[in-house]
Structure formats: structure tokens, C-alpha cells
């Protein structure tokens, strides 16, 4: 599996599927939740409104899969970040979950090429030093890493791209 650090707008990603940093409603928010559902389009709010009517709300750690509606991407994966209220062992784990249900979702629907986002950096305010070591591990940890081409790390913030471009040397 190929790594690869950029500074972008993830909806703004050509790959096979992008990951989005969703709240439990699934029904759009702030920051990169926001920027998904507008730019991605009805689509992925039907899609969205589809899974809560068969399953309920998105659990912390947990991930699914839509359409990615006008997106250049063919997938988008919802997972739902942990709020940081405190360094806990609960929230680092639920934050690795987060980026190990999703690429288990990517095998599971043959995604080759996947990006995501800084998970739980914005309005969650999980440390974001911590927030990538966590990314990072997990990632270079996942089972099934050989089945993905290539992860792509998009950073919206200078200070987030400065964070994996010192810890991917």
C-alpha cells in the first residue's frame, strides 16, 4: 500500500472512495461533514437518511458506506469521530476503530484508492499530534493493508499537513 500526504479539499479527491469525519445523525454538519453533503449532493443525504431508518444513528468508531453522489469518488465512507474531553485510552481506541472500520468497509467493496480526512481534529477537538500517530499506526497495522493500493492523507490545515509530513519520514 502506497502513502500519500497532501494539503486539499477532500471533495476534491479523485479515489475510489473518501472518507468523511460524519456526526451519529449522518445528516450533514460542519467542516468536512458539511463540505461532503454540499458538494456530494442529495444522493448521499437520501443514502444517509436509508441506513438511520434500518439501523438507528451511527455509533462513535463505527463506519458505512454510500454513494458519493456529484463527488469525483465513487464511495464515501461515514465514520464517526470520538470528542475529546480528556486523554483517555476509550477515545484513542475509538479514534483507531474509526480508521480501521473504514478500511474494512474499503476491502469489503473493492475501493483500491482511498483518502481521508484528519478525524476528530476540527469541532472534536482530539489533539492532532495524537489524532495522526493514531492514523498513522492504525493504518501501517490494518490486516488487509496489501489490498489497498493506495491511502491518501488530505489535510485541509498547514498545522495537520506539518504533523504527517514529520511523522511519515
Known sequence: MILELIK???????ADAIVNAA????????????AIHRKGGKAIL??????RDKQGNCKTGNAVITTAGNL????????????????????????ADCYRNSL????????KIIAFPNI??????????????????????FAEKEKIEKLIFVCFDDENYQLYLEKLK
Do not use: M
Open 23 to 34: 456526526n451519529s445523525s449522518l445528516l450533514g454538519g460542519g467542516g468536512v461533514d458539511g
Open 120 to 141: 476528530s481534529t476540527g469541532i472534536y477537538h482530539f489533539p492532532k499530534d495524537k489524532a495522526a500517530d493514531i492514523a498513522i499506526a492504525t493504518v501501517n497495522n
Open 72 to 95: 469525483p469518488a465513487k464511495y464515501v465512507i461515514h465514520t464517526v469521530g470520538p470528542v475529546w474531553n480528556g486523554d483517555s485510552e476509550e477515545k484513542n481506541a475509538l479514534l
Open 46 to 51: 437520501e443514502a444517509c437518511v436509508a441506513i
Open 104 to 111: 474494512v468497509l474499503a476491502v469489503k467493496n473493492d475501493v
Open 8 to 14: 486539499a479539499d477532500i471533495t476534491e479527491i479523485r
